[in-house]
């Protein structure tokens, strides 16, 4: 019941850019942060940026967001063999009643 | 650096209720700075969020499974869990605990435990 849009895979070879799109409403990113996950399956998933830009202690500037409007992007410069794993968008929902809710997923491949 | 684990039974029957247990080291469940969250993945699904709890104890449910939650917190062991009752098919997923901070500035999550609904 995923809320937010996102492209399913997106790929790259060591030493590029990629970058992941996410999509939603007035009511979650048209109105709140956003926030990106890295999860590598097995393992914990690890915030990577919050309030739309912001990076955690800890997170390489590798990792850039931003936001406009209804959609928000998650930038992977340098890409890393590393890098390989699953990203989420999230935000908060308030249509309703407070929700927080994730996009789709992207698995990104490092080719 | 704080951590979180998940226990309880890896399988429960349909209609029981699942009981969800996260222990925290590292950090007091009962510091104003964070939430707690539970969060949840179905096989080949995204991530749903379930809820949260703060240490005041008031809590947010997603209205999906608003009916069927409860969130509760252990301060004596450090502990917050998850109840949810008249478990189906549907409720098969890996269950995922968190501490965020209330400024946003971080997230810590546990590794998971799968619940795999069956008879």
């Known amino acids: 019941q995923s809320v937010l849009t996102q492209t399913p895979s997106a790929s790259g070879t060591p030493g590029q850019r990629v970058t992941i799109s996410c999509s939603g409403s007035s009511s979650n990113i048209g109105s709140n942060y956003v926030y990106w996950y890295q999860h590598l399956p097995g393992t914990a998933p690890k915030l990577l940026i919050y309030r739309n830009n912001q990076r955690p202690s800890g997170v390489p500037d590798r990792f850039s967001g931003s936001k406009s409007g209804t959609s928000a992007s998650l930038a992977i410069s340098g890409l890393r063999s590393e890098d390989e794993a699953d990203y989420y968008c999230?935000?908060?929902?308030?249509?309703?009643?407070?929700?927080?809710?994730f996009g789709t997923g992207t698995k990104v491949t490092v080719l | 650096q704080v951590q979180l684990q998940e226990s309880g039974p890896g399988l429960v029957k349909p209609s029981q209720t699942l009981s969800l247990t996260c222990t925290v080291s590292?950090?007091?469940?009962?510091?104003?700075?964070?939430?707690w969250s539970w969060i949840r993945q179905s096989a080949g699904m995204g991530l749903e969020w379930i809820g949260r709890i703060y240490s005041s104890g008031s809590t947010n449910y997603n209205p999906s499974v608003k009916s069927r939650v409860t969130m509760s917190l252990d301060t004596s062991k450090n502990q917050f869990s998850l109840k949810l009752n008249s478990m189906t098919a549907a409720d098969t997923a890996v269950y995922y605990c968190?501490?965020?901070?209330?400024?946003?500035?971080?997230?810590?999550w546990g590794q998971g435990t799968l619940v795999t609904v069956s008879s």
């Open positions: 968190a501490r965020h901070c209330t400024n946003d500035v971080c997230a810590s």
């Open positions: 590292g950090g007091s469940i009962s510091s104003g700075n964070y939430y």
């Open positions: 999230a935000a908060w929902d308030n249509s309703l009643s407070v929700v927080y809710v």
